[in-house]
């Protein structure tokens, strides 16, 4: 069943002579529970088609429908409604609150939304994650791997109907890199829907499908068959056919 569709979605920017546009008329669709990967060349759109589905940008054409639910010209009050309620974010820096201990940025989210059973749901979370003795900590007192975790944990919190990951693994080093995509990994196979951007090969290979985004395009997509090692190289080869030196940010 979709969760996500995007009708004929376009997005520019500037005016004028200036006009440019990023991405070209562009249709998707993303299923309950699917774990879906964009990669493509650095400037290619990938990270500007995630802002769009993720309604952290409105697109200049077409239709993005969320549970059935147009949302590409929703006014901003509704959209913050419904980044609190159905979405959650990771991105490559954290945006950890800095002033904030990482009980209070768990429960950050739920403050917001006015949820009941905060401090309930904060143990639990933190309890999954192995962030249990780190609470009273503040962000400048974490590891990098520690600040990933409490941030997956911010967007976990509120279980929300999909996680949008942009370059989730772009600070991390291999183990914790690693780490967190067993995390990723795990949701997903709790009927959890991610969509997650990547240039890293290795960190596509957990998805079970990946859209290749060539000149504001989609260009092509890959399945995998379950088998994560076969997956990796036709990611590899996929690099290699649209430019893989390019597949840096």
Same mark, same amino acid.
């Given at each position: 069943m979709p969760?996500?569709?995007?009708?004929?979605?376009? !997005?520019?920017?500037?005016? +004028? #002579?200036?006009?440019?546009?990023?991405?070209? @008329?562009?249709?998707?669709?993303?299923e309950k529970g699917e774990f879906?990967?964009?990669?493509? @060349?650095?400037? /290619? +759109?990938?990270?500007?088609?995630?802002?769009? $589905? %993720?309604? $952290?940008?409105? @697109?200049?054409? +077409?239709?993005? &429908? =969320?549970?059935?639910?147009?949302? /590409?010209r929703l006014k901003e009050k509704a959209l913050g409604e419904i980044r609190n309620e159905q979405l959650g974010f990771v991105f490559q820096d954290f945006n950890l609150?800095?002033?904030?201990?990482?009980?209070?940025?768990? /429960?950050?989210? =739920?403050?917001?939304?006015? !949820?009941?059973?905060?401090?309930?749901?904060?143990? !639990?979370?933190?309890?999954?994650?192995?962030?249990?003795?780190?609470?009273?900590?503040?962000?400048?007192?974490? #590891?990098?791997?520690? !600040?990933q975790r409490v941030a997956v944990g911010r967007a976990l919190i509120n279980e929300p109907d999909i996680i949008f990951a942009d370059e989730p693994t772009g600070s991390l080093d291999s183990k914790n890199a690693t780490e967190l995509l067993r995390y990723l990994e795990k949701i997903n196979q709790n009927q959890g829907t991610i969509l997650m951007v990547t240039h890293d090969a290795y960190t596509a290979s957990f998805c079970q499908r990946i859209?290749?985004?060539?000149?504001? %395009?989609?260009? %092509?997509? =890959? &399945? %995998?068959?379950?088998?994560?090692?076969?997956f990796l190289k036709k990611i590899l080869q996929m690099q290699a056919a649209v430019g893989g030196d390019l597949f840096r940010d």
């Open positions: 969760i996500l569709v995007g009708e004929n979605v376009t !997005k520019s920017i500037g005016s +004028g #002579s200036q006009l440019r546009e990023i991405i070209h @008329p562009t249709s998707f669709v993303v879906l990967g964009i990669m493509g @060349p650095s400037g /290619a +759109g990938k990270s500007t088609l995630l802002k769009v $589905m %993720s309604t $952290m940008l409105t @697109p200049t054409g +077409g239709k993005v &429908f =969320l549970n059935g639910e147009n949302i /590409a609150v800095e002033n904030l201990t990482v009980e209070d940025n768990l /429960a950050l989210p =739920l403050v917001i939304g006015k !949820k009941e059973n905060i401090l309930e749901k904060v143990t !639990k979370m933190s309890t999954v994650l192995g962030l249990k003795n780190l609470l009273k900590r503040y962000p400048k007192e974490l #590891s990098i791997g520690q !600040k859209l290749f985004i060539k000149d504001g %395009s989609i260009f %092509s997509e =890959l &399945f %995998s068959n379950g088998n994560r090692q076969e």
